[in-house]
Antibody, heavy 122, light 107 residues
Framework: QVTLRESGPALVKPTQTLTLTCTFSAFSLNTSGMFVTWIRQPPGKALEWLALIDWEDDKYYRTSLKTRLTISQDTSKNQVVLTMTNMDPVDTATYYC??????????????WGLGTLVTVSS | DIHMTQSPSSLSASLGDRVTITCRASQSISRFVNWYHQKPGKVPKLLLYAASTLQSGVPSRFSGSGSGTDFTLTITNLQPEDFGTYYCQQSYSLIFSFGPGTKVDLK
């Protein structure tokens, strides 16, 4: 059974760097057509896609946050890490990691972690 | 980046109703649209991918159509578990983007 679990601090101060870890099981990021995606959702607001890493270690970022985001993987640990620098209160959100797959050329998110709420406050 | 819009932003419907939600992309994206449903406090769930392909286990009352820039999600015979927010998402570019969501509540 595919599972993903986000871990990281629940509270960060403005200007600090956020580091979130996604630990997953029952699939391998070494498999062709496999991706892990980070998505966030501010309280009461819409989903916002952040970053994606694929089986070839290619990385893609939300353009408006590209300078602040870094996504990386540790395949030996089945983990994907997202870092976001210079955190601001507007970055307060539930952060989800999710498995993304490519099927017949179409890519979609099929499994989600439960999410972790990150609050940015001094 | 590709910008996604949805209409309406919210709607009220009754059990058994037919509901239609529209999604529009800022450029042509072929059929690279996925639809998700999120209930309050829950994780989003994939409904359809490639504009019209039903994800395994999703009831057949959900259907999708469209290509290019305009897409539609239709729910026939609305059920109690269908209330919540629906999001479209484009995967034409691997810089994904979601629509702003359409909230469906009980009339």
């Amino acid at each position: 059974q595919v599972t993903l679990r986000e871990s990281g601090p629940a509270l960060v101060k403005p200007t600090q760097t956020l580091t979130l870890t996604c630990t997953f099981s029952a699939f391998s990021l070494n498999t062709s057509g496999m991706f892990v995606t980070w998505i966030r959702q501010p309280p009461g607001k819409a989903l916002e896609w952040l970053a994606l890493i694929d089986w070839e270690d290619d990385k893609y970022y939300r353009t408006s946050l590209k300078t602040r985001l870094t996504i990386s993987q540790d395949t030996s640990k089945n983990q994907v890490v997202l870092t976001m620098t210079n955190m601001d209160p507007v970055d307060t959100a539930t952060y989800y990691c999710a498995r993304t797959v490519a099927v017949a050329g179409f890519t979609f998110v099929d499994y989600w972690g439960l999410g972790t709420l990150v609050t940015v406050s001094s | 980046d590709i910008h996604m819009t949805q209409s309406p932003s919210s709607l009220s419907a009754s059990l058994g109703d037919r509901v239609t939600i529209t999604c529009r992309a800022s450029q042509s994206i072929s059929r690279f649209v996925n639809w998700y449903h999120q209930k309050p406090g829950k994780v989003p769930k994939l409904l359809l991918y490639a504009a019209s392909t039903l994800q395994s286990g999703v009831p057949s009352r959900f259907s999708g159509s469209g290509s290019g820039t305009d897409f539609t999600l239709t729910i026939t015979n609305l059920q109690p578990e269908d209330f919540g927010t629906y999001y479209c998402q484009q995967s034409y570019s691997l810089i994904f983007s979601f629509g702003p969501g359409t909230k469906v509540d009980l009339k």
